[in-house]
């Protein structure tokens, strides 16, 4: 729950109002919203508690509409006439908030301590909250006499998508949620490439159909949009069929479980042949074998000899 009282965004807003406010304070029409507001306050005070609501409104309706008639300050008139009988927002409270930033909520609210609840567009507030990219859902209440209720339903990080140089947060579905990233968000999975944030669920199952090598694999980078290349931590490229692509990172891991073969000197694993696997050797490791091949070519010939 947000108290409005002292809050950057009456702050920032009364730079514009102040002026506009005090013009109207020494008006002939702000002098007469001052004498009312007073007679308001005191009738509002001595009404039945029942009765008295319904009362000050219809008291408040007549004077309002003179008051708006003299001076033209419509809703100058209004916020001064139905914040003065008890009626001025002064909490706003929201349900469901976790990542999404309070202050920016409350300022697409638009509101200041003066503001008046009855003449608050509740549903223009939900739909400026709504285009949150971190929000799936928003509802904005008035609770009378003096308070907003908004209720959230955030959106969940679900991947870290790089395309183009940039690397955001996107949601289950692929949406962006955000272009800047917290350190929260360090262990969520990566795809990269255009069009991997829409299947950024797909790629995160085929990862974990491995689990034996799922901590071993750093990204998973969508191809022409069309097939996968996972790449570990040590920068090996596991290149993965359109087809099929779980039962050929399962032939990966059992050869990792038996032969190491993410522990080796490689660049890359080529499994796209449907009958065979390739492995790409590092260059020093492809130059100490070529070293090897030639040292025991020549200790044949020195036999044969």
Do not use: C
Not at 62 to 83: C, F, H, N, P, R
Not at 210 to 233: D, F, G, M
């Amino acid at each position: 729950m947000r108290s409005l009282t002292g809050q950057g965004r009456a702050d920032r807003a009364a730079t514009s109002e102040g002026a506009v406010a005090a013009s109207f304070r020494r008006s002939r029409t702000g002098r007469l919203v001052r004498r009312v507001t007073g007679t308001v306050g005191r009738i509002a005070e001595s009404l039945d508690r029942r009765n008295g609501t319904v009362l000050a409104l219809a008291f408040l309706g007549g004077w309002i509409g003179y008051g708006m008639a003299l001076g033209g300050q419509y809703k100058l008139v209004a916020d001064e006439l139905t914040s003065a009988a008890g009626f001025g927002v002064q909490q706003i409270e929201i349900r469901g908030l976790a990542e999404s930033d309070s202050t920016e909520i409350v300022d697409r609210i638009d509101v200041t301590p003066t503001s008046s609840l009855l003449f608050m567009n509740a549903e223009k507030a939900r739909a400026r909250i709504a285009e949150i990219p971190w929000l799936a859902d928003v509802s904005v209440k008035k609770i009378y006499p003096n308070k907003v209720v908004v209720s959230l339903r955030e959106r969940r990080p679900y991947a870290l998508w790089q395309d183009d140089g940039r690397i955001r947060v996107v949601d289950k579905t692929g949406a962006v949620m955000a272009e800047t990233l917290e350190p929260r968000h360090a262990n969520l999975p990566l795809v990269v490439g255009i069009g991997a944030n829409l299947r950024a669920e797909e790629a995160t199952r085929l990862i974990e159909s491995a689990p034996s090598i799922r901590a071993k694999i750093r990204a998973a980078v969508l191809v022409a949009e069309r097939r996968w290349n996972l790449v570990t931590v040590d920068g090996v490229e596991i290149r993965l069929p359109e087809d099929a692509p779980a039962g050929a990172l399962a032939q990966v891991a059992r050869l990792d479980e038996t032969k190491k073969l993410l522990d080796r000197d490689i660049t890359a694993i080529d499994l796209r042949s449907p009958d065979r696997l390739y492995v790409k050797l590092s260059d020093a490791a492809a130059t100490a074998r070529r070293e090897a091949i030639k040292l025991r070519s020549a200790k044949k010939k020195g036999a044969a000899t």
